[in-house]
Structures are given as C-alpha cells and as structure tokens.
C-alpha cells in the first residue's frame, strides 16, 4: 500500500490547495503507471529517460559503461559508441561512409566528426595506474546562497590500487542493468549539526571480533530455544530482535543492544511464544493437516505434563487433547477443512493455558539473550577505545549553529586510526575483499557503487587509503547482521524496482530514501542504520535521528512492526512542527490479519494525502542485494503523508 503525507504551511489548514490536487493527480496517474507502464519488463535497460522514439528508430539504444560509470550511446546498426546524445540529420555513415554530402556542424567543434566524440577510456584515466583523483566534494550549501550548478556534472574518475588490476575491464563496457542514479541533487533541509561524538570510527579488528560475538549470541539463543522448549527458534526472529532494539536502544554499540527497557523483548516474547508447543506450518494436503493436528494435540498434552500448571488447566489440555486423538482414530474421512478447523478449536482452548506455563521460560529466553548482548557491547567497547589514539573525552563539543543547510552525510567527531590492510582480488564479476582470512565478497557493480559514494561523501581520506578497510567493515556488518543462512536477512526488507524511483523523482521530486544502506540505496542522499560504517558511503544516519524541514522522501521500513510503528511516531512529529512542504511516500506490507498498528495509524492521520493498495501478485520488490527480483504474495499499501 501507498500512503503520501503533505505538510503545508498553517495558513492553508482550512482549504485544499492546488499543490494538494496536484499531487493526488500525480498518485492516481503514478499507481497507473505501476500497473501498465511498458517499461516494467526488468530486462528493459535502464535510464533516466528513454531515448526518443526517432533515435530508436535510427537504431540508437542508451547503455550504461560499467567501466567508466556514465551512459553512453550505442547504435545497433553501424555498432557506432557515442557519449554524447546522437544528433540527427548527419550523414548516412553506411551511403556516405566519408561524410563528404554532410553539412557542415555549427559552433566551434564544426571540424570535430563523430569519430571524436566517440568514448574513450583514455580520456578520463590520465596519471598512471598507482593515481588517485578525486572529485570536488560539494559542502552543503546555506539556503540563503545561491546554489552552483555546472552545466555537466563531474563524473567521478575510477581509481586503481596500487599494485591491483583496474577495477572494471574492456570486456564488461556493455550494457548492462543499473539500480541507482547518483546525479540526483537533494532538496532535504536539515538544521546543521554538530559531528557525531557517540560512534567510534570503523576498525576491521573491531568488526571481526563484533562478527564472532554476534555469532556466538545467534548460537545461544537457538540453544536457548532448544533446551527450553523444544523448539527451532522462528525464523528471522533474532534480526527482527535486533531491530525492534535499536529502536528503543541508548546503548554505544552500532549493533548489539545494550541498555533498553524493558529488557524484555516483545518482538521475540511474540514469535517463540507463537511457535509454542509446536510450529505451524502452511497446509496443502489433507494428510499433512492430519498429522498437525495430532502433533498439536500431543505436544499440549506432554508440555501441561511437564510444566507447573494448576490443575484446572491442566484439565482442559489433557481432555481437549484426548478428545482430538480420539477423534482422529475413529474418524477417517474427515477432508483438509475439517482438519484445519478441529486444530483452530483445539488452539482456542489449550492455546491460553499452555501460553501460560512457558511464560516464565520464554522470558527467560529473552532476558537472557540481552544480558548476554550488553555484555558483549561493552567488551567491544572497551577494546574499540584502546585501538584510538585519541580516546574520546568527555569534553562537550561547542553546539553547533542553528542555521538550515541542505542534508550532508554523518560526520564523526572521533578521528579514524591508521586501518590495517584488507587485500582485493576479483573472481569473475565478484570483487573479494579479505582481512585475517576472513573474506567478503561483492559484485563489481556494487563495488564501484560504493567507490562513486566514497568519493561524494568521504572528506577525511582524499588518497583512498581506507577505503577497502572501510568498505570491508561495511560488508562485514551487513553481513552479520542478516545471519549466515541462506536468504536470511532477505525478506525482512525488499527494495523498490527502479522504474519506481524514476517514477517518484519525476512526479513528486524525491531525492532521499528514509530506509536503506550504501548497497541497496537509488539516491546518494538516504538513511541508513549504521552511522560509523555508512556515513563514509553517503548515509545521513538512522531516519529516527534525522530531522528534515522539508524535502520529499520514500520510506520502505524493514517490515518490523515495532520499527514501523516508531516511523510513523516520527513522520508525524515532524510534520507537525514544519510549516514548509515536506511529504513521505511510504510502501508498507498491507497487513490486515492482525492489521498493523502502523497501518491503522497512518490510515487514520490527519497528514493523510492519499493512499492505494496494489493487489498481491501484481508487483515486484527486489531483494536488498539486488541480485534476484520476484513477486511479493501479499498487498503492498502505498501512503502518501
């Protein structure tokens, strides 16, 4: 589901203004577009905007140069690459292969043929392969100074390692599918702030160690689980945990959650408790819904068995339980239904008394995982500042001026020390990065995404010397924090097609992201949830912690109730403390079985602008990696504060 919240000043409260019917128009034309656009092939390549029907009828077809990072232009019938966009009317390179009938061109590069402006990799890779050139970083500009804009924006030069391959070969400048587009300005207004005081600067030691303790902790708790009630613990469960914590966590750790109340966690109190006694799995077959149920029935029986439970419950379980074995003895022909429906009335009266023998035990489960977590955020802690040069003192930074700045990324207070060395080799298209044996891996693609990001937003390394230690510590968190399974991680968040970002920047002039990481992010200017790793690659910091003025925003949360619900806490916050437009388009599951409390929240707010559903199976998230694109099972609603 979409929902879009428009603030407008105070003075326009009492009637719809024109921007409002403006947008609403653009909403119902955008949810359109969604459904019918041709363009909604994936294997159609990518651009900012198609090229014109005469070009493509002249055979020409806009690229993406993996090497060079920038579009280019190539013609399918005379296999002719050019940079700039073709023009027509020249001559006929096939009847006039010389130009001698070609009219002469006008302005100063009359004497220049297509052959000079055709790419060149020489152009942009002058000093030799052990230079690094860097681009200009652009400062974030006051709002009372006029904004510089060139008229062609630079484009970043790639660099080599020392000693390492080009990055990109000849081989891979074809066409190919690109998820981002960096040449996005920003219109997020911020008031200025001073840098971060609180985050530690990145260390690949640190972020080994974090990655074994974090490990260590996923083991605990499947151990927990298994000791305790017999159970596999839910699935997704511990990343869920760790986002629920972050929200409410004051605690110095980037990642593990060390000082939140209540330390008793709903978000996993719910989900072991739901898989208690045994777990409910989807039904296709009668059979299968046979057999469930007398699991069901069975593992009631033994846990009221074990448990210290008063005699009135234990009564009701063991009656209801012998009752339904009972029944599926005698009872042979029952269908898939009958089945479904006797394990629903079964839940219904042993659900509450077997929920309360193991409530102690899955409290225990939970306090127990947090004691361990803030144990192991403080001894990361302690052996973090001694790797510092300059341990941080308590002094109090000067506050910074109140002034309105456009958004720039996360700045620590906190110098970086001198980074060990992380090595760099490619396999295929799989750039691999390795520290102490520990390697992490990611596509050329996305590693020269995150070389472009580093070069906007880094300030404190102009020569890139820690720019793979920064980029492995980056990984390596992401990692860690999914889990090592297969897919884990994958479905708790699934990012937008990029037709849909085209789309947004288009109709409604969105240039940030709310939710997302250097890997996954269209915009350079976005939130994400690691200030130390990401701010280096672009990232504003938590969207909890952000406080725009205005701007438009996406917001697709991770799909964790308690974190979405927080979201909508902050959009109305700041909605109603500006007077200038601001506006969040927000993509939520569609949870209507138990409906969320976020859901009903935003579909009840006063921001509320418009809001459509997209029915399941009607539309495509792409996996935070980006690397597989499937279709989604349940609604999607689309909000527009």
Same mark, same amino acid.
């Given at each position: 589901?979409?929902?879009?919240?428009?603030?407008?000043?105070?003075?326009?409260?009492?009637?719809?203004?024109?921007?409002?019917?403006?947008?609403?128009?653009?909403?119902?034309?955008?949810?359109?577009?969604?459904?019918?656009?041709?363009?909604?092939?994936?294997?159609?390549?990518?651009?900012?905007?198609?090229?014109?029907?005469?070009?493509?009828?002249?055979?020409?077809?806009?690229?993406?140069?993996?090497?060079?990072?920038?579009?280019?232009?190539?013609?399918?019938?005379?296999?002719?690459?050019?940079?700039?966009?073709?023009?027509?009317?020249?001559?006929?390179?096939?009847?006039?292969?010389?130009?001698?009938?070609?009219?002469?061109?006008?302005?100063?590069?009359?004497?220049?043929?297509?052959?000079?402006?055709?790419?060149?990799?020489?152009?942009?890779?002058?000093?030799?392969?052990?230079?690094?050139?860097?681009?200009?970083?652009?400062?974030?500009?006051?709002?009372?100074?006029?904004?510089?804009?060139?008229?062609?924006?630079?484009?970043?030069?790639?660099?080599?390692?020392?000693?390492?391959?080009?990055?990109?070969?000849?081989?891979?400048?074809?066409?190919?599918?690109?998820?981002?587009?960096?040449?996005?300005?920003?219109?997020?207004? !911020?008031?200025?702030?001073?840098?971060?005081?609180?985050?530690?600067?990145?260390?690949?030691?640190?972020?080994?160690?974090?990655?074994?303790?974090?490990?260590?902790?996923?083991?605990?708790?499947?151990?927990?689980?298994?000791?305790?009630?017999?159970?596999?613990?839910?699935?997704?469960?511990?990343?869920?945990?760790?986002?629920?914590?972050?929200? !409410?966590?004051?605690?110095?750790?980037?990642?593990?959650?060390?000082?939140?109340?209540?330390? !008793?966690?709903?978000?996993?109190?719910?989900?072991?408790?739901?898989?208690?006694?045994?777990?409910?799995?989807?039904?296709?077959?009668?059979?299968?819904?046979?057999?469930?149920?007398?699991?069901?029935?069975?593992?009631?029986?033994?846990?009221?068995?074990?448990?210290?439970?008063?005699?009135?419950?234990?009564?009701?379980?063991?009656?209801?339980?012998?009752?339904?074995?009972?029944?599926?003895?005698?009872?042979?022909?029952?269908?898939?239904?009958?089945?479904?429906?006797?394990?629903?009335?079964?839940?219904?009266?042993?659900?509450?008394?077997?929920?309360?023998?193991?409530?102690?035990?899955?409290?225990?489960?939970?306090?127990?995982?947090?004691?361990?977590?803030?144990?192991?955020?403080?001894?990361?802690?302690?052996?973090?500042?001694?790797?510092?040069?300059?341990?941080?003192?308590?002094?109090?930074?000067?506050?910074?001026?109140?002034?309105?700045?456009?958004?720039?990324?996360?700045?620590?207070?906190?110098?970086?020390?001198?980074?060990?060395?992380?090595?760099?080799?490619?396999?295929?298209?799989?750039?691999?990065?390795?520290?102490?044996?520990?390697?992490?891996?990611?596509?050329?693609?996305?590693?020269?995404?995150?070389?472009?990001?580093?070069?906007?937003?880094?300030?404190?390394?102009?020569?890139?010397?820690?720019?793979?230690?920064?980029?492995?510590?980056?990984?390596?968190?992401?990692?860690?924090?999914?889990?090592?399974?297969?897919?884990?991680?994958?479905?708790?968040?699934?990012?937008?097609?990029?037709?849909?970002?085209?789309?947004?920047?288009?109709?409604?002039?969105?240039?940030?992201?709310?939710?997302?990481?250097?890997?996954?992010?269209?915009?350079?200017?976005?939130?994400?949830?690691?200030?130390?790793?990401?701010?280096?690659?672009?990232?504003?910091?938590?969207?909890?912690?952000?406080?725009?003025?205005?701007?438009?925003?996406?917001?697709?949360?991770?799909?964790?109730?308690?974190?979405?619900?927080?979201?909508?806490?902050?959009?109305?916050?700041?909605?109603?403390?500006?007077?200038?437009?601001?506006?969040?388009?927000?993509?939520?599951?569609?949870?209507?079985?138990?409906?969320?409390?976020?859901?009903?929240?935003?579909?009840?707010?006063?921001?509320?602008?418009?809001?459509?559903? !997209?029915?399941?199976?009607?539309?495509?998230?792409?996996?935070?990696?980006?690397?597989?694109?499937?279709?989604?099972?349940?609604?999607?609603?689309?909000?527009?504060?």
């Amino acid at each position: 589901m979409l929902k879009i919240f428009y603030s407008r000043s105070k003075t326009e409260e009492n009637h719809k203004s024109t921007r409002e019917h403006y947008l609403i128009s653009q909403v119902r034309s955008f949810a359109s577009y969604l459904s019918h656009s041709p363009y909604s092939n994936p294997d159609y390549p990518l651009s900012l905007s198609p090229p014109l029907d005469e070009l493509v009828q002249a055979g020409w077809s806009k690229c993406w140069s993996r090497r060079e990072n920038r579009p280019y232009y190539f013609n399918r019938f005379t296999n002719q690459s050019l940079w700039e966009v073709p023009v027509l009317g020249q001559h006929d390179v096939i009847s006039d292969p010389l130009g001698l009938n070609a009219a002469p061109a006008e302005g100063g590069d009359s004497n220049l043929g297509n052959g000079q402006r055709k790419r060149r990799s020489s152009e942009e890779q002058g000093g030799g392969p052990n230079s690094f050139k860097r681009a200009k970083v652009k400062r974030s500009p006051r709002l009372d100074e006029p904004e510089r804009c060139s008229v062609e924006p630079t484009t970043p030069i790639s660099p080599s390692t020392p000693g390492v391959k080009p990055w990109s070969s000849a081989a891979e400048d074809k066409q190919a599918q690109i998820y981002w587009d960096l040449d996005v300005q920003t219109n997020a207004v !911020i008031r200025e702030q001073a840098p971060a005081s609180h985050h530690l600067p990145p260390h690949p030691e640190i972020e080994l160690q974090r990655a074994q303790l974090v490990t260590k902790l996923r083991q605990h708790y499947h151990e927990l689980c298994h000791q305790r009630e017999g159970i596999d613990p839910p699935r997704e469960s511990f990343n869920r945990w760790l986002l629920e914590r972050k929200v !409410i966590d004051k605690g110095h750790d980037p990642l593990l959650p060390s000082d939140c109340d209540p330390v !008793i966690s709903p978000s996993m109190f719910r989900e072991v408790m739901n898989d208690i006694p045994i777990r409910l799995s989807r039904i296709k077959y009668k059979e299968e819904a046979r057999k469930l149920l007398f699991k069901y029935a069975e593992a009631a029986k033994k846990m009221i068995d074990s448990r210290n439970a008063s005699p009135e419950s234990r009564k009701v379980v063991k009656w209801n339980a012998e009752d339904t074995m009972n029944w599926l003895r005698r009872d042979h022909s029952a269908s898939k239904e009958d089945y479904m429906d006797r394990l629903e009335h079964l839940r219904q009266q042993c659900g509450p008394h077997v929920a309360a023998v193991a409530k102690d035990s899955v409290e225990g489960i939970c306090s127990k995982i947090y004691q361990l977590s803030a144990e192991y955020s403080r001894r990361l802690r302690q052996t973090h500042l001694s790797l510092l040069q300059d341990p941080p003192t308590e002094a109090c930074a000067s506050p910074p001026q109140s002034r309105l700045v456009y958004c720039y990324p996360v700045r620590l207070a906190i110098p970086s020390p001198p980074l060990p060395r992380v090595e760099l080799h490619f396999e295929n298209d799989m750039a691999c990065l390795r520290f102490r044996g520990e390697m992490v891996k990611v596509n050329r693609g996305h590693f020269s995404k995150l070389e472009l990001l580093y070069r906007y937003s880094c300030i404190d390394d102009p020569r890139f010397d820690k720019f793979l230690s920064r980029v492995w510590c980056l990984l390596k968190r992401y990692q860690v924090m999914f889990g090592s399974g297969a897919n884990e991680g994958s479905g708790l968040q699934g990012a937008l097609p990029v037709l849909v970002f085209q789309t947004l920047n288009r109709q409604f002039g969105v240039s940030f992201e709310c939710f997302a990481s250097p890997l996954n992010c269209y915009f350079k200017q976005f939130c994400s949830a690691f200030p130390d790793t990401d701010g280096f690659f672009g990232s504003r910091g938590p969207f909890l912690s952000f406080c725009p003025v205005s701007g438009s925003f996406e917001a697709n949360p991770p799909f964790c109730e308690e974190l979405m619900d927080a979201m909508v806490t902050h959009f109305e916050d700041l909605l109603d403390q500006s007077s200038e437009p601001l506006s969040f388009i927000v993509f939520v599951p569609e949870w209507r079985d138990p409906v969320t409390p976020a859901l009903t929240r935003m579909e009840g707010s006063r921001f509320l602008r418009h809001q459509l559903s !997209i029915p399941a199976y009607e539309h495509e998230y792409r996996s935070g990696s980006q690397h597989i694109c499937k279709r989604y099972s349940h609604y999607s609603a689309v909000v527009l504060l």
